[in-house]
């Protein structure tokens, strides 16, 4: 339940109590909050001011953590490799992939419908709706990624988007705003910053992908379609993994120069 001025006492579906017990502890305080309607709901959005220190201290990211290099991509949505080895790659949650679908098709109705009819009318509400649904899922699951990759690394080495080049590529700049890097990216750093995780970011030139972790040849021949690749000094490379390697090895080679 929120009381809100000129209204008086609303329930909230959503339940509260996150946010109630941070405010009776001290630890949040409201500074502002926005009513407006959006498909067909009303929803209600707090601004708030929380005190951090104390969760951050408790979840700090200690020394003997891995440092990693990610790669991000369309087919699969993050390859993160750690300097013990270890690989893990993260597909995009089926449900965003089959929400983004729903959107396509809902956005290809609006537009096949009369400007100024009802049907219309209808097909923008519907649109609206599947657009929020796309929204929440990759909200969910990039902040439950970004959380998970800033508490278990010590370092993390990323590529910087090259959104000049993409933008000749239409199809998979569409891709990459659908699935959110710029905000994967974004939250990574400022959530690295809470736990006291170092993020470090390739120049936006770096051939993650094209560079032989192995040998140092650069493939100018590797197209997007390939997922893996052989290098002319025999080491056969699988596309995401390499270019994640190189990433850390980047990272690992600049820290001790510095
Ligand atoms: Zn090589």
């Known amino acids: 339940m929120v009381r809100l001025p000129g209204v008086g006492k609303v329930h909230t579906l959503e339940d509260m109590s996150w946010l109630t017990d941070r405010i009776a502890d001290g630890q949040a305080r409201v500074i502002g909050s926005t009513v407006r309607e959006h498909a067909g709901r009303w929803w209600v959005s707090f601004q708030l001011e929380i005190d951090r220190t104390d969760i951050n201290s408790q979840r700090a990211v200690s020394d ?3 440092a990693c ?8 949505f993050a390859t993160i490799v750690d300097d013990d080895g270890t690989v893990l790659q993260i597909d ?3 449900p965003l992939k089959a ?6 098709k809902a956005g290809k109705a609006v537009s096949r419908k009369r400007p100024g009819s009802s049907n219309r009318a209808k097909a923008v509400k519907k649109l609206a709706k599947v657009h929020l649904a ?12 970004t959380t998970m990759l800033a508490r278990s690394k010590r370092a993390i080495a990323v590529e910087t988007l090259n959104v000049a080049g993409l933008v000749k590529n239409r199809r998979l700049a569409r891709a990459i705003s659908d699935l959110g890097f710029g905000e994967f990216f974004r939250q990574i750093e400022y959530k690295a910053a809470w736990y006291g995780s170092n993020v ?4 936006r030139w770096f051939p993650s992908s094209r560079l032989c972790g192995g040998c140092g040849a650069i493939n100018q021949e590797l197209t997007l379609a390939d997922r893996s690749w052989t290098c002319r000094c025999g080491l056969g490379h699988h596309r ?3 270019a994640a390697r190189n990433l850390l090895n980047a990272m690992s080679l600049e820290h001790h120069a510095a």
Request: hydrophobic fraction near 40%; aromatic fraction near 6%.
């Open 64 to 66: 003997d953590m891995p």
């Open 134 to 145: 796309v929204t929440n899922r990759r909200a969910d699951f990039l902040h439950k990624t």
């Open 99 to 104: 929400a983004l679908r729903k959107v396509r």
């Open 69 to 76: 290099g990610i790669d991000v991509g369309v087919k699969t």
């Open 240 to 242: 995401d993994v390499n």
């Open 92 to 94: 995009a949650p089926k």
């Open 200 to 203: 470090w970011a390739a120049d």
